[in-house]
Structure formats: C-alpha cells, structure tokens
C-alpha cells in the first residue's frame, strides 16, 4: 500500500551569524533575548516532531486496517470456492470412490490435478500479502479431503463384497437346496466379508429353504384341493430344525385354516353340484338333441356332474342313444316326421317301453327344433349342415345395393336347394340377426333407390331356381310384413303399366313411401278393404289377397297424393282412385255369369286384358273341352273360372275350372306370351 509521504512541513533553519556585541549592560540583554528565542524555536521544533510522529502512527494504522479489509475480502473469495466448486469437485469424486468407480489414488491425483489449476484461477484475485496463508489453507483443505478418499475406498469394497455376497445367496435359492448350498458355501469361501456374517449367510439359507419347501407345499395343495397334501406338509414342520417354534406353529396354524377352508369349499361344491346336476343335464341333453359332436370334456364334466344323483340313469342314456340322435338330427323335418310316425307305429313291441318313450320324445323335440328352424332362419340350418353361406352385410344394401342383392339371391339360392331336400324349408334369404338393421337400410333409400334395389333382386335372381320366390321373399322380409314391395317386383318384372303409361312399380313404392308420414290422413283399412273386396270379389285369396290389397293401398296413397285430393277424415275416399288403385293392383277382374249359386263369381284376368278378348279364349278352351271330353258345352260354362298360381307351359297363365265344391275339373292355359 502507498505510505503516505512524510517531509519538514515547511521547517526552516538559518545559519547563525555571530554578532558581536558590546560587552556591555545592553549586550548581555541581547544575549538573554537571543538565548529565549532560541528555546521558542527548540519547543516549536519538539512539537513539529510530534505532530508528524502522530501522523505517521495515524499512516500506519491505515494501513493495516486496509491490509485487513483486503485480507477479509480474499478469504471470503477462498471460502466461496471452498464452500461451492471445492466442494462439489470433493463431493463427485465422493461419489465415484463411494461407488467404485474410481480408486482413491485416481481420485487424489484428480483432485490434485484440479484443485492446482483452480487455486491459479483464484491466485490473481487475492492480496498478495495474505496468498502464503490462502495457500496453506487451500492445501489443509485438500490434504484432507485426500486423506478421505482411502477410507471411502476401503467402504466401497466392503459394500461390494456384501452386494457380491447377496447376488450369490439370491442364485442359490433358485437352485436345488443341496446344490445351492454346497454353491453358496464355495462362494463365501472366496468373500472377504467377516466369518460370522458367512455363517449368517448359511443359516439364512437353510431358514429360507426350509421356508420355500413349506409354503411350496402349502400353496401346491391348497391350489389342487387336496387336504391330505396339507396334512403331510403340516407333519414335516417338525422335520425344518432351521425354523423356530413360533414359525412352526404359524405355518401349522396357517394349514389348519386352509383345511378347514377347503373342507367348507368341497362341502359347497358338492352341494352346488347336487342342485345343478338337473342343469348340467339339461345342458347336455340339449348338445344332443341338437346332434352335435360331443367332445371329452362335455361328457367327462357332465358325468362328474351327475355322479351319483338323480340324472346319472338319464345322462348314461343320452349317451347311449347319442350316435342315433345325431344321425337322426341330419335328415330333413319331413324325412323325421316319417321316422316318428313309423317308431309310433311300431311302439309296444319293445322289452323297455320307458327308454322307448324317452327315444320318441328325444325324437319328437329334435324334429319340432328342426321344423322351427328350417322355417324360421334357413340360413342357420344351411350353416349347421357344413353349407359355406357368405356373409350378408346389411348395411351393403344402402351403400353397395347390387352386391346386395347378389349376396341375397346367392343365400336364397342355398335355401331353394335346401327346400329341394326339405318342403318345410321356408325360404329367408335375409337372416333373423340381419333382418333389423337390413329394413332400417331399405327404408333409408329414396323411391329411386328403392326402385333400384327390387331391379338389382329381380336381376341378381334371374334363371336361378326359384328366382322368383328369391326376390319375393327377400322383399317380403324388407317390407316388415307389408307385402307392398313384393307388388312392386311383380309390376317391374313384367312393365306394368296404367292406361296413361304410369309405371305401376313407380306408384307403389311412391304410395308405400307416402304411408310411412304419420300426418298423413287416410281412409281406415276396414273402409279400404271393403272397397276392395267389391272389386276383387273371390278373385284374390290368402297371400295374394293380402298382396294384393298392400299394392292397393299403395297405388291409392300415390293416386291421391299425386292428384293432391286431401281427404277429410278417415271415412273419406276418392271413388276414382279406388277404381284406378283396384285395376292397377290386381290387372283386371273379369265378372263370370253363374247360373247356380252366386249370381257373380269374380276371377282375375291376365293384367290389361279386357273381357272381350278374355271371353274370346275362355270360349275356345270351352269348345276344346267339349269336344275332348265329349260333355255338354253347358255344363262346361256354368264351372267357376279360378286362377291358379302355378304356370303353364312356356310360363303363361293357367286358369283352372272348379266344380261346386271347390275341385279343379279342367285346366285352361293361356296363349302363349300371356305371361303377365
């Protein structure tokens, strides 16, 4: 630090000349007044000099108290750097000795190397005057904390030799205990851990085993059920000399209580057996009625089951008579219904009328369940008989409708073949799971959509067996029991149209559409059906007639809607419609002149023939009768005319000629194309 510079202050000193004064009274006082202002000038001097002595003490304590400041300062530098990357730096190579990572020799010339090249970072910051004390305290401070390192070493290795210890117990409990033991043992030998802890290491294994062997073999014999197991895991307790009494008597508790439970269990479970042995036949009774395969484990289950109850006699004749049911199950409804009727016939001649019985019943539900079936979802039955049938999906019908309909007709065609075998077969081509969601993707579809799916079924069934009965079904299905559309495939397939050139197929799905707003007012079907049975008369009958009258109404809706008559209440109607909706359902009625009974008998004709060309053929087919038969040409007039749904040859219509109780005499064809 700069000391302060220190001078005279402005003292001054003159060289005395001598003056010689005379020696007289006035010299003398001279003199004494020289000699007084002699001692004034000593005094001011000695004062000087304590003045600047004081200033000087004063220079110096400044001094060192600004020496002490910077000492401070720097050993709060020092005392930072130890207290933040000093200690870090101890702290990470701690960690890495701790850990093992690092021997303390390593560690120490690390620290070394570091802590020289952090003190010269830190030199330059410090008073000079203190540095021999900053570095002597930063060596105390790393010689120390280099002296730690080697016992940390000396932990570590400790810790490992405990951790290699623990990993070679821990692989000998998965061995086989002599194995293990005599493994472990070897192991040991060569640790470095104290003699006692090896042998604590031992008798922890023995205890373990001991452990492992009992609560292996509790759990084993819990989980099997067996009481036994667990009594003799309970006997060996006292063979395990490495567990302690009270462990002992823990585990037999411990096996006490699962006996006990297991005893509880198998009393539940064979009284759970008992009530649902009448169940668990039902359930097998039923695999055979169906005539199914039956596997191993139904037949083992259901005779555990049954064993020993009241259903054990009818589950071994189940068994029995299985082969013959299932053979059975495979014939047609109508070729069943033959079986049962010649068992009935033949029925007393057997030693064992009981199991007789039990034989025709099996049979008789087995055939009720067929017939059901058969008639109800085919296609479930094509499946059971091995059929690979392909998968309808409904909603395909509004996105994809001619795949649709190809699909529809390919399963129907695979319940025609099926009804070739079986006449009860009824055909579905749309399944019973299907069925909901497929009407709800129908009436989804506008009136052209819908005009265009009938179009796609007509065309997807076309010189198929059955191709009619294909389409028609599948429309009968959509129409949810409104036969409206199975109208409107008749109509398209033959072009039918009014007078005025309206297509009939068009008005009936535009009627069919209109009938599903609820708001719309419309005469009550007692009304309708009376106005069309006017018309129809006898001419339409059972399905037909019901056919027939849903196109009526339909026609009659579109009729309305079309020419906007607004009906005033239900018992309102349009006599022009009705007249227009009943020629257009039905084609025609010809009115036949009866000389007995009904005074008109009404019949109907090929559609848009009117009766002057329908007489004209009735009256040639008279005239052929009567000359083929030799009778009377009256007799053949007065016969009633009927329509008959089969065909002729070439597909014309056929009309049959029926006697007085309903029997067809005759049969008439129509000429050929008359088809519609």
Same mark, same amino acid.
């Given at each position: 630090?700069?000391?302060?510079p220190?001078?005279n202050?402005?003292?001054t000193?003159?060289?005395?000349?001598r003056?010689n004064l005379?020696?007289?009274?006035s010299?003398q006082?001279l003199?004494?007044?020289?000699?007084?202002?002699?001692?004034v000038?000593?005094?001011?001097?000695?004062?000087?000099?304590?003045?600047?002595?004081k200033?000087?003490v004063?220079a110096?304590n $400044?001094?060192?108290?600004?020496n002490?400041l910077?000492k401070?300062?720097?050993q709060?530098?020092?005392d930072e750097?130890?207290?933040t990357?000093f200690?870090?730096k101890?702290?990470?190579?701690?960690?890495?000795v701790?850990n093992?990572?690092?021997?303390a020799k390593?560690?120490?010339?690390?620290?070394?190397?570091?802590?020289?090249?952090?003190?010269?970072r830190?030199?330059?910051?410090?008073?000079?005057h203190a540095?021999?004390e900053?570095?002597m305290q930063?060596q105390?401070?790393?010689n120390?904390q280099?002296g730690n390192? $080697?016992?940390?070493q000396?932990?570590?290795?400790?810790?490992?030799?405990?951790?290699?210890?623990?990993?070679?117990?821990?692989i000998?409990?998965?061995?086989?205990?002599?194995?293990?033991?005599?493994?472990l043992?070897e192991k040991?030998?060569?640790?470095?851990?104290p003699?006692?802890?090896?042998?604590?290491y031992?008798?922890?294994?023995?205890t373990d085993q001991?452990k492992?062997e009992?609560?292996s073999?509790i759990?084993?014999a819990?989980?099997?059920g067996?009481?036994?197991?667990?009594?003799?895991?309970?006997?060996?307790?006292?063979?395990k000399?490495?567990?302690s *009494?009270?462990e002992v008597q823990?585990y037999?508790?411990?096996?006490?209580s699962?006996?006990?439970t297991?005893?509880?269990?198998?009393?539940?479970?064979e009284?759970?057996?008992?009530?649902?042995a009448?169940?668990?036949?039902?359930?097998?009774?039923?695999?055979?009625?169906? *005539?199914i395969e039956l596997?191993d484990e139904?037949?083992?289950?259901?005779a555990a089951?049954?064993?020993?109850?009241?259903?054990e006699a009818?589950?071994?004749f189940?068994?029995?008579q299985?082969k013959?049911?299932?053979?059975?199950?495979?014939?047609s409804?109508?070729?069943?219904?033959?079986?049962?009727?010649?068992?009935?016939?033949k029925?007393?001649k057997?030693?064992?009328?009981?199991?007789?019985?039990k034989?025709?019943?099996?049979?008789e539900?087995?055939y009720?369940?067929?017939l059901k079936?058969?008639?109800?979802?085919?296609?479930?039955?094509?499946?059971k008989?091995?059929?690979?049938?392909p998968?309808?999906?409904p909603?395909?019908?509004?996105?994809d409708p001619?795949?649709?309909?190809?699909?529809i007709?390919t399963?129907?065609?695979?319940?025609?073949a099926?009804?070739?075998?079986?006449?009860n077969?009824?055909i579905?081509?749309?399944?019973?799971?299907?069925l909901?969601q497929a009407?709800q993707s129908?009436d989804?579809?506008?009136?052209n959509?819908?005009l265009?799916?009938i179009?796609q079924?007509i065309?997807?069934?076309?010189?198929?067996?059955g191709?009619?009965?294909i389409?028609?079904?599948?429309l009968?299905?959509l129409?949810?029991?409104?036969?409206?559309?199975?109208?409107a495939g008749?109509?398209?397939?033959?072009?039918?149209k009014?007078n005025d050139?309206?297509d009939?197929?068009?008005?009936?799905v535009i009627g069919?559409?209109?009938?599903?707003n609820?708001?719309l007012?419309m005469p009550?079907d007692?009304?309708?059906q009376?106005?069309f049975g006017?018309?129809?008369?006898n001419?339409?009958?059972g399905e037909t007639?019901n056919?027939t009258?849903?196109a009526?109404?339909?026609i009659?809706a579109?009729l309305?809607?079309?020419k906007n008559y607004?009906?005033?209440?239900?018992?309102?109607?349009d006599?022009?419609?009705?007249?227009?909706?009943?020629?257009?359902?039905?084609g025609?009625v010809y009115?036949?002149n009866?000389?007995? *009974?009904?005074?008109k008998?009404?019949?109907s004709?090929?559609w848009g023939m009117d009766?002057d060309?329908f007489?004209?053929?009735?009256e040639t087919?008279?005239?052929?009768?009567?000359?083929?038969y030799?009778?009377?040409?009256g007799?053949?007039r007065?016969?009633?005319?009927h329509?008959?749904?089969?065909?002729g040859?070439?597909g014309v219509?056929r009309?049959s000629?029926l006697?007085?109780?309903g029997?067809?005499?005759y049969?008439i064809?129509m000429?050929?194309?008359?088809?519609?």
């Amino acid at each position: 630090m700069a000391r302060i510079p220190m001078g005279n202050f402005g003292e001054t000193r003159t060289q005395a000349e001598r003056i010689n004064l005379p020696q007289d009274q006035s010299g003398q006082m001279l003199a004494g007044a020289l000699q007084n202002v002699s001692g004034v000038a000593q005094q001011v001097k000695e004062k000087n000099d304590r003045e600047q002595e004081k200033l000087d003490v004063q220079a110096k304590n $400044l001094e060192l108290y600004l020496n002490s400041l910077d000492k401070r300062d720097g050993q709060l530098k020092v005392d930072e750097v130890l207290s933040t990357d000093f200690s870090d730096k101890v702290a990470e190579l701690r960690q890495q000795v701790g850990n093992g990572a690092l021997d303390a020799k390593k560690a120490a010339e690390d620290f070394k190397a570091w802590s020289d090249e952090r003190y010269q970072r830190l030199m330059p910051t410090l008073p000079g005057h203190a540095e021999n004390e900053y570095r002597m305290q930063w060596q105390q401070n790393v010689n120390k904390q280099i002296g730690n390192f $080697l016992p940390l070493q000396l932990k570590a290795a400790d810790q490992k030799e405990a951790v290699l210890a623990d990993r070679a117990y821990n692989i000998a409990t998965r061995m086989d205990r002599s194995e293990g033991k005599q493994w472990l043992g070897e192991k040991l030998l060569a640790s470095n851990i104290p003699e006692a802890q090896k042998q604590q290491y031992m008798i922890n294994y023995e205890t373990d085993q001991d452990k492992l062997e009992v609560e292996s073999g509790i759990e084993s014999a819990f989980s099997s059920g067996s009481i036994d197991n667990l009594r003799k895991v309970q006997e060996s307790l006292n063979e395990k000399k490495y567990l302690s *009494g009270q462990e002992v008597q823990r585990y037999s508790a411990s096996i006490s209580s699962k006996i006990s439970t297991l005893q509880q269990r198998q009393e539940i479970e064979e009284n759970k057996r008992l009530n649902e042995a009448g169940k668990v036949l039902n359930n097998f009774e039923t695999a055979v009625l169906t *005539g199914i395969e039956l596997g191993d484990e139904l037949i083992n289950n259901t005779a555990a089951a049954v064993k020993g109850t009241q259903y054990e006699a009818d589950f071994n004749f189940y068994l029995k008579q299985s082969k013959d049911f299932q053979r059975f199950s495979k014939q047609s409804s109508s070729a069943q219904l033959s079986e049962i009727n010649n068992f009935k016939a033949k029925r007393g001649k057997s030693d064992d009328p009981v199991a007789e019985n039990k034989i025709l019943s099996a049979y008789e539900s087995i055939y009720a369940e067929n017939l059901k079936e058969v008639k109800e979802n085919p296609t479930q039955a094509l499946k059971k008989a091995g059929v690979n049938v392909p998968d309808f999906n409904p909603a395909t019908l509004k996105v994809d409708p001619a795949n649709a309909a190809k699909t529809i007709a390919t399963i129907g065609s695979y319940q025609v073949a099926l009804k070739d075998k079986d006449a009860n077969v009824k055909i579905s081509p749309i399944s019973t799971e299907d069925l909901p969601q497929a009407i709800q993707s129908f009436d989804s579809l506008d009136i052209n959509g819908k005009l265009n799916f009938i179009g796609q079924m007509i065309e997807s069934s076309k010189n198929s067996k059955g191709g009619d009965q294909i389409w028609g079904a599948a429309l009968k299905q959509l129409g949810a029991g409104n036969q409206s559309y199975v109208m409107a495939g008749v109509a398209k397939k033959n072009g039918f149209k009014s007078n005025d050139g309206r297509d009939v197929s068009s008005l009936i799905v535009i009627g069919a559409q209109a009938l599903k707003n609820k708001q719309l007012i419309m005469p009550k079907d007692e009304l309708l059906q009376q106005e069309f049975g006017k018309y129809v008369g006898n001419s339409a009958t059972g399905e037909t007639a019901n056919m027939t009258f849903d196109a009526f109404k339909s026609i009659y809706a579109a009729l309305t809607q079309q020419k906007n008559y607004q009906h005033k209440d239900k018992d309102d109607l349009d006599k022009k419609s009705i007249k227009q909706a009943a020629e257009l359902s039905t084609g025609g009625v010809y009115e036949q002149n009866m000389k007995f *009974g009904n005074s008109k008998w009404k019949v109907s004709k090929p559609w848009g023939m009117d009766d002057d060309r329908f007489e004209a053929i009735m009256e040639t087919r008279y005239d052929a009768i009567v000359k083929k038969y030799n009778i009377s040409s009256g007799g053949v007039r007065d016969l009633r005319i009927h329509r008959e749904s089969n065909r002729g040859p070439g597909g014309v219509i056929r009309y049959s000629l029926l006697d007085a109780r309903g029997t067809p005499l005759y049969y008439i064809n129509m000429p050929d194309g008359v088809t519609k």
